[in-house]
């Protein structure tokens, strides 16, 4: 429990000191990179708690509520006007992912893919409820699919 | 033998199920909205490939039960904080209720995504609707993807499309 806790106040702070408001005065290939590199990070933090400590849904709902409290506070470093902190609740999903299907480096490439697609697709989709999980879904099973591909070529 | 074709029947129909779903969001991206006809081409095509219904683990009506709840407690506590805190906040509670299966507890989650959209507010239609689709989805695809993440996110999508076509048409 105490080692969670820590973990829960490391994965805070690192948000507020890494992103807080500060994504403003950067160019826009580099807010698009930070935010992918985000979501893949996310998504494995979301595994490795739902892998070691909780399951998959409490996992992501932890995540979802320090993200949830972020926004809240109006803490909400932007991405081509979309909240990293929401489309971050997304990438919790990617990390929903077992690891029978990906594992914690699958899932952050999943993540980073998500990220991806998230900051120019959720603009046009984020009105309808489920679209970050619907798009999370493809991530994953575009990253699954690829994988096995890989390993059909190897002969494994 | 009969019950393993019809097995693998009902899991390439709950397949299609997601992979149509997962079509309809990339519809979205391209016309910014739902489409009327590509959602009546779903009921169709879904009716259509209808496998047998076989024995199933999971309850229909605990599904039905708790994606309304999940739905009902989102769009309350939405009242009150921003979406994903009141999406997370209700389903950290539901985990603590006992003697809810598994399946349960996760299909709050599918009903929380789907209250998370903008246009969905509580009404008659929405707490018909979208509690219904998602538990049939979630019933008919308890077989397949398990695991993979995001499934609960397409069950949610998939029933706040179908409310926002019939909303659109009413």
Redesign the interface.
């Given at each position: 429990m105490m080692k969670i806790l820590v973990v829960i106040l490391v994965f805070v702070l690192s948000n507020v000191l890494i992103l807080g408001n500060h994504l403003i005065n950067i160019p826009i290939l580099v807010q698009v990179l930070i935010g992918m590199l985000y979501m893949g990070l996310v998504a494995f933090f979301t595994q490795w708690i739902a892998h070691k400590y909780l399951n998959p849904v409490k996992s992501s709902a932890l995540i979802g509520l320090i993200l949830g409290v972020f926004l809240q506070l109006d803490i909400q470093p932007k991405i081509l006007e979309l909240s990293v902190f929401t489309v971050a609740f997304g990438a919790t999903f990617v990390g929903m992912c077992s690891s029978k299907y990906l594992s914690p480096r699958g899932v952050f490439v999943a993540g980073v893919l998500y990220g991806l697609a998230a900051i120019y697709t959720l603009p046009y989709t984020s009105f309808i409820g489920g679209a970050m999980g619907t798009l999370a879904c493809l991530c994953c099973l575009v990253v699954i699919n690829i994988l096995k591909i890989i390993q059909w070529k190897r002969g494994i | 033998m009969l019950k393993k074709s019809q097995n693998t029947n009902q899991n390439n129909f709950a397949i299609l199920l997601?992979f149509l779903?997962?079509l309809a969001?990339c519809f979205?991206?391209l016309w910014?909205q739902?489409q009327f006809w590509y959602i009546i081409l779903f009921l169709v095509v879904s009716w259509i490939y209808l496998p047998p219904i076989l024995a199933h683990n999971q309850k229909w009506w605990i599904l039905l039960i708790c994606s309304f709840l999940g739905l009902y407690v989102t769009l309350f506590l939405k009242n009150y904080?921003?979406t994903?805190?009141?999406?997370?906040?209700g389903?950290?509670l539901m985990?603590f209720i006992p003697k809810i299966p598994?399946y349960g507890?996760?299909i709050f989650?599918?009903g929380a995504?789907?209250?998370?959209?903008?246009?969905?507010i509580l009404n008659a239609l929405s707490t018909a609707i979208i509690p219904f689709v998602c538990a049939t989805f979630a019933w008919f695809t308890q077989n397949v993807?398990?695991?993979?993440?995001?499934?609960?996110?397409?069950?949610?999508?998939?029933?706040?499309?179908i409310h926002?076509v019939v909303e659109f048409v009413i």
């Amino acid at each position: 429990m105490m080692k969670i806790l820590v973990v829960i106040l490391v994965f805070v702070l690192s948000n507020v000191l890494i992103l807080g408001n500060h994504l403003i005065n950067i160019p826009i290939l580099v807010q698009v990179l930070i935010g992918m590199l985000y979501m893949g990070l996310v998504a494995f933090f979301t595994q490795w708690i739902a892998h070691k400590y909780l399951n998959p849904v409490k996992s992501s709902a932890l995540i979802g509520l320090i993200l949830g409290v972020f926004l809240q506070l109006d803490i909400q470093p932007k991405i081509l006007e979309l909240s990293v902190f929401t489309v971050a609740f997304g990438a919790t999903f990617v990390g929903m992912c077992s690891s029978k299907y990906l594992s914690p480096r699958g899932v952050f490439v999943a993540g980073v893919l998500y990220g991806l697609a998230a900051i120019y697709t959720l603009p046009y989709t984020s009105f309808i409820g489920g679209a970050m999980g619907t798009l999370a879904c493809l991530c994953c099973l575009v990253v699954i699919n690829i994988l096995k591909i890989i390993q059909w070529k190897r002969g494994i | 033998m009969l019950k393993k074709s019809q097995n693998t029947n009902q899991n390439n129909f709950a397949i299609l199920l997601i992979f149509l779903t997962q079509l309809a969001f990339c519809f979205i991206i391209l016309w910014q909205q739902p489409q009327f006809w590509y959602i009546i081409l779903f009921l169709v095509v879904s009716w259509i490939y209808l496998p047998p219904i076989l024995a199933h683990n999971q309850k229909w009506w605990i599904l039905l039960i708790c994606s309304f709840l999940g739905l009902y407690v989102t769009l309350f506590l939405k009242n009150y904080c921003n979406t994903i805190l009141a999406a997370s906040i209700g389903t950290l509670l539901m985990q603590f209720i006992p003697k809810i299966p598994n399946y349960g507890k996760a299909i709050f989650y599918a009903g929380a995504f789907a209250a998370m959209g903008d246009f969905v507010i509580l009404n008659a239609l929405s707490t018909a609707i979208i509690p219904f689709v998602c538990a049939t989805f979630a019933w008919f695809t308890q077989n397949v993807h398990n695991g993979i993440g995001g499934k609960l996110g397409t069950i949610g999508f998939l029933g706040a499309t179908i409310h926002f076509v019939v909303e659109f048409v009413i």
